[in-house]
């Protein structure tokens, strides 16, 4: 049983830290409500127009999507790296499939014009 007292001890603090931290903030936050203080601000200047105003193409979004998704599906490399003479053949087949996808992905959203900045 005296094996898992870390384990009760890492939930507690990871239940208790995000609690404490709240409470914290509402006790040194400001009590007052200031109609300037929710004005957008940008560089010293006032604005010019409504921040609902702006739309963004929706391939922006996309862009940012597939940013995402590429960058963090590398990361899978580094682990693969590491233990790349203990997986042997069968490592190596497993992420040449799993290259091979991504190739895929990264080439259907090229082909439709995902890629395209204007």
Not at 24 to 34: P, S
Not at 51 to 64: E, K, M, Q, W
Not at 106 to 111: E, L
Request: hydrophobic share 60%; charged share 15%.
């Amino acid at each position: 049983m005296s094996a898992y007292i870390p384990i009760l001890l890492f939930i507690l603090v990871a239940v208790s830290f995000p609690i404490i931290t709240i409470l914290i903030a509402k006790l040194v936050q400001a009590g007052r409500h200031d109609p300037v203080k929710a004005e957008p601000y940008e560089c010293g200047i006032k604005p010019t127009s409504e921040a609902h105003d702006t739309r963004f193409s929706v391939r922006y979004y996309l862009i940012a999507v597939l940013f995402v998704v590429f960058d963090v599906e590398t990361v899978f490399l580094y682990p693969w790296a590491v233990m790349f003479r203990k997986l042997a053949l069968f490592g190596f087949i497993e992420m040449f499939v799993f290259l091979a996808i991504l190739v895929v992905g990264y080439v259907y959203a090229w082909r439709r014009g995902a890629l395209s900045w204007v």
